[in-house]
């Protein structure tokens, strides 16, 4: 029973990270409607951002963090304005093969700069004690985030790492905000009005290029945000880093209704839980092929994702 | 001067040439009417006007700004609204947020308020829908909302691109008055449509529009009595 919670809290934690990175495909297909499919990348390169200035003596973790945001923030823009800004109006494909050549460039750059050789991801929580859930006898259940268990032999039930639990965490409180201020702030409902009708958005006096400059960068500093939560669990980062996560993410975007923010939300959870779950009952190798698999099921069942709208064309 | 000079304007589409080198202009407090066939360039005028199409060449003067060359979402602050063909209200928002939306480039919070109890007061069922979505709104009261999002943006001149297109004929002579109301507080109206008769009969002046060109123009009554156009437009 406990190893179920166990695994049920590792897939949460996943699937919060699965969920901020889906949050940037879902906000950028809303508005540009186009799959940036150079998003996964973006974590690579605020992973490797982290890195390097988390090894200098002089920066403290948080200020490594902040680094990591606005570089992918700023690379978010900038390949914004360059790849994909003079696109405007061109076929998709057209941006999709952009988005992909925007991809490979990102990894290559990395490669030459970084190596492919693997590198240890110091975690932001390190020598942070685990949390531990102990049963006193019927007593109800005690966190405690002693090293030294003040329950002497009593063996904990369950553990759950700081990186674990910050995970959650951080990516409730972000998605949190977000969803207030897509909701309250002008500037979120100028974003709500582009995804619907950029022409009508227009009309109202909104400055469209910027609100699409607006939501890559909130994409993009999202992408950041995951990646050292994700370099912090997962410690090891490459030039690869990015891509598995980026298609999982965006698997559950289309999983959750592309365009749908809290569709993702839900779709980037439900993954995880599911990917986790499946490694610890199934197969670990096979657990990949079941969430495509999953997803294959919930688009025959359900084309539009799970809170996606139909769109309806009127003529 | 006029409020609104359009001079020389030529729009295409790729290689089709949509508006031929039209010229008109409306002067304050007037209701103008474009009339015309299906693809006759009515639209492609209004959106021209408001940023949304490119001009291939000529000039679109509004209180003497030019603008050919302003983007659209700096328009509207200047004293132009738009209501767009088949209402383009933003469904999933609620009635409140598109009207706010209609406000976006104006700041005093008062003063948004007293226009959106401006609005509410001129359509009664606007307020109360207000926190219903949008897309849930019958095609009149969708209507309704879409001139009440251009009203509030207080506009000196408001363009109205076939307002009574899809509704019942109750509907239609509810929104013509509207328009007329809208008229008598103030406010410019440069009216598309297809119902010509009813345009012709709210209106001070018309244009008729044929295949990007203007073949006839003048008095709103005079047009009326005219044979071409009754033959043409007014299916008499």
Known sequence: ?????????????????????????????????????????????????????????????????????????????????????????APPLAVLITAIGVSYLL?????????????????????????????????????????????????????????????????????????????????????????????AAQLMGIN???????????????AAVAAVLMCSTYPQITPYTGSMPGIKAFVAAVFGGIGSIPGAMIGGVLLGVIEQLSKAYISSQLSDAIVFLVLIIVLVVRPTGILGRKINEKV | MSMLEIQDLEVYYGAINAIKGISFNVEQGEIIALIGANGAGKTTILHTITGLVAAK?????????????????????????????????????????????????????????????????????????????????????????????????????????????GLSPLYVSEIFDIIQEINKSGTTVLLVEQNAKKALSIANRAYVLETGNIALSGDAHELMDNEQVKKAYLGE
């Open chain 2, 57 to 165: 060449h000529g000039s679109i003067r509004f209180n003497d700004k030019e603008l050919t060359k302003t983007p659209a979402h700096k328009i509207v602050s200047m004293g132009m609204a738009h209501v767009p063909e088949g209402r383009r209200v933003f469904a999933q928002l609620s009635v409140y947020e598109n009207l706010m939306l209609g406000a976006y480039t104006r700041k005093d919070k008062a003063e948004i308020n007293e226009s959106i109890e401006r609005v509410y007061e001129r359509f009664p069922r606007l307020k109360e829908r207000r926190s219903q979505s949008a897309g849930t709104l019958s095609g009149g009261e969708q209507q309704m909302l879409a001139m009440g999002r251009a009203l509030m943006s207080k506009p000196s001149i408001i363009l109205m691109d076939e307002p009574s297109m």
């Open chain 1, 1 to 89: 029973m406990m190893s179920f919670v166990s695994y049920l809290v590792n897939g949460l934690s996943l699937g919060s990270i699965y969920a901020l990175i889906a949050l940037g495909y879902t906000m950028v297909y809303g508005i540009a409607k186009m799959l940036n499919f150079a998003h996964g990348d973006i974590i690579m390169v605020g992973g490797y951002a982290a890195l390097i200035t988390m090894a200098t003596t002089w920066c403290p973790v948080w200020l490594a963090i902040v680094i990591a945001v606005v570089v992918c923030t700023v690379l978010g823009v900038v390949i914004e304005k360059v790849a994909y800004k003079p696109l405007r109006g």
């Open chain 1, 208 to 222: 469209v290029n910027g609100t699409i400059t607006l939501t890559f960068a909130i994409g993009s500093a999202l």
């Open chain 1, 107 to 199: 990894q290559n750059v990395a490669l030459l700069t970084q190596t492919a050789n693997p590198k240890t991801f110091t975690s932001i929580a390190a020598g942070a004690p685990p949390f531990l859930l102990v049963f006193e006898g019927k007593a109800p259940l005690f966190f405690t985030a002693a090293a030294d268990s003040p329950y002497g032999d009593l063996k904990p039930v369950l553990t759950i790492s700081m990186e674990t639990f910050l995970a959650i965490v951080v990516s409730i409180v972000i998605m949190v905000l977000l969803t207030l201020f897509i909701n309250k702030t002008k500037a979120g409902k100028a974003m709500l009005a582009c995804s619907e009708d950029k022409g």
